[in-house]
């Protein structure tokens, strides 16, 4: 049996002689796993080596933000298609969504990742293919257990890649971790989130989408998942984190001091080991303000970069409109047209201080 992964922060795995995966869950329940293929792919180095890949990175590592994991999150997202009735394909697709996902997760855009560049912003997804087929045995996984290699583009599966600002089980996912983790939601709103959870019209539909049918949970959904853009996504402290850790590791890399090839082979902990051995004086010293510092600099003297992003959700919802009879499928901002102002004033606002 593969080594059972270190918990992750809301999430532990158990792998059992019956060839069975059990997964405990905080926040989506106790779930055992059957299926060959899925059991197959959590037992695969390249998804079990996430589960030392920090979900926020510099700041997960460092232990200032809740330490969850990559491969807390794709189980995550897994287990959401799971529930919603996907297909097995769609599963794998989930649980193989970030699988090419670096060392300090997003990061390392900072350090290698060009902006402005087309896909280029997102390093993983740029070299995803380099990663699996030249580091990986994924291909051979799969086609062993009746797979495609179409589950390594999660972008042909809706219901775990939508465009923003819909629902899907990656944004979700990690949208969920982070309202709870940052406590702005609750852990029982958070369940009855994923209670809610329906694929409309149908889970293996060309047209499904991942819908709530209680507006006001998705009014809360949208708000702790604002809350956390604002306070974290967004935040001018944490991104300034990035960048100046960024930096360092990208001389690092492109100067030939680390391998590019360690960035997947690699847990955060061992990176930062290693490049404190290989940085000169002027990274080391970064390094150890990172370490002391923490998020201590002031957000007016630090402002927004021009490639920040700004996120936010407007979940379609299914429910009947007073005075019909028959449900339909609309976004929040239509159910609420007070929360289309505050989500638009919101946008505005983040923009202004990017100076867009």
Sequence with gaps: MSPTPEPGYFQTLEYHADNTVTIRDDLYGTHTIAESALVALLHSQ????????????????????????RLEHSVGAFLLVRMAGASVAEQAAALLHDVSHT?????????????????????????????????????????RHGLGEEVLHEEKFPLVE???????????D??????????????????RVVEDLVALPGPEAPGRMLVLRDVELALGLARGYLAVDREVWSNPRHIDM??????????????????LERLWTSSDREF????????????????????????????????LPK???VRTIDPDVYATPPG???????????????WAAERDEYIAARKRIIGL
Aim: charged content about 30%; hydrophobic content about 35%.
């Design 324 to 338: 019909e009879t028959e449900a339909v499928c609309r976004p929040l901002s239509e159910w609420l047209p007070a």
């Design 162 to 172: 939508m465009v923003a600002p819909h629902l899907c089980a990656d944004r979700l």
């Design 307 to 309: 490639r920040t992003k």
């Design 46 to 69: 390249p998804l079990t080596r996430l589960s030392g890949v920090h979900q926020h990175g510099i700041t997960g590592l460092l232990g200032l933000t809740p330490k969850v994991t």
């Design 272 to 303: 930062w080991e290693e490049l404190r051995r290989v940085t000169d004086d002027a990274g080391r010293e970064v390094m150890r303000q990172l370490e002391e510092e923490g998020l201590q600099k002031a957000e007016e003297s630090l402002g």
């Design 103 to 143: 060392v300090l997760s997003h990061v390392i855009d900072w350090a290698l990742s060009r902006p402005g560049v087309g896909e280029e912003e997102s390093f993983h997804e740029v070299h995803k293919a380099r990663y699996v087929r030249g580091m990986t045995s994924l291909v051979e996984i799969l086609g």
């Design 242 to 259: 990035y960048r100046r850790a960024g930096e360092v590791i990208g001389s690092a890399v492109r100067g030939g001091a680390i391998p």
């Design 174 to 191: 990690y949208g969920l971790r982070d309202a709870v983790g940052f406590g702005k939601l609750s852990r029982e709103d958070a369940r």
